[in-house]
């Protein structure tokens, strides 16, 4: 059994001078796991609520110290001495103590961030890389590693744009080059012709 130990978070600087929080885990072995999460812009009604501070005088509101709070209290006392190999327990503890569907309470970042620290420390506990472990604990039944097929944005909508769009993003993907650096090439091209 790999205990937790502790649970810490800092708030950090993400791009665009946004601030976000990282978190992280460390277990009774010594591994430790560190995870930041990305500044989240989007509000659909489906997504997981960023929990911001709205203090204004800090970032303009966008601080992440009533997160980091959560994170450094609750979440903390509730994960301290569970088993981190069982990832799907401490997921699930921490949604319900937020006990919201949207995760509007702890906010989906310090859920995330925690989650992914987590799952940080057992990968370097266990001595392998992140996407190894992570095919370990799900058993995806995944035989094969390849890298996702690459996406560029063409379109920004939503919260991102000066102007609204139907849709948030419009994106081309290029497909069918044998390897990941052809494709690659090919979505630059078609994304520097539009």
């Not at 790999?2 to 950090?12: G, H």
């Not at 970032?59 to 450094?72: D, E, Q």
């Not at 979505?187 to 012709?193: K, N």
């Amino acid at each position: 059994m790999s205990k937790i130990a502790s649970v810490y978070a800092r708030e950090i600087l993400a791009s665009g001078a946004n601030p976000t929080l990282e978190a992280e885990v460390v277990l009774e072995s010594g591994a430790r796991g560190i995870a930041s999460v990305p500044y989240g812009a989007s509000a659909g009604i489906h997504e997981a609520t960023v929990l911001l501070d709205e203090d204004k005088s800090r970032y303009n509101g966008k601080g992440m110290l009533k997160a980091i709070g959560h994170i450094n209290g609750e979440i903390s006392e509730a994960l301290v001495g569970m088993d981190a190999d069982d990832q799907r327990a401490i997921d699930n503890r921490m949604i319900e103590l937020d006990g919201t569907p949207n995760k509007a309470r702890f906010g989906g970042n310090a859920i995330l961030g925690v989650s992914l620290a987590v799952a940080h420390a057992m990968a370097e506990e266990k001595g392998m890389p992140l996407y190894r472990y992570i095919r370990e604990v799900y058993n995806l039944g995944i035989t094969e590693y390849r890298l996702p097929n690459p996406m560029m944005v063409v379109i920004e909508g939503g919260k991102h744009a000066d102007n609204s769009t139907d849709f948030q993003e419009y994106i081309v993907s290029a497909f069918g080059k044998d390897t990941a650096k052809e494709n690659v090439r090919m979505g630059i091209e078609i994304y520097q012709t539009l």
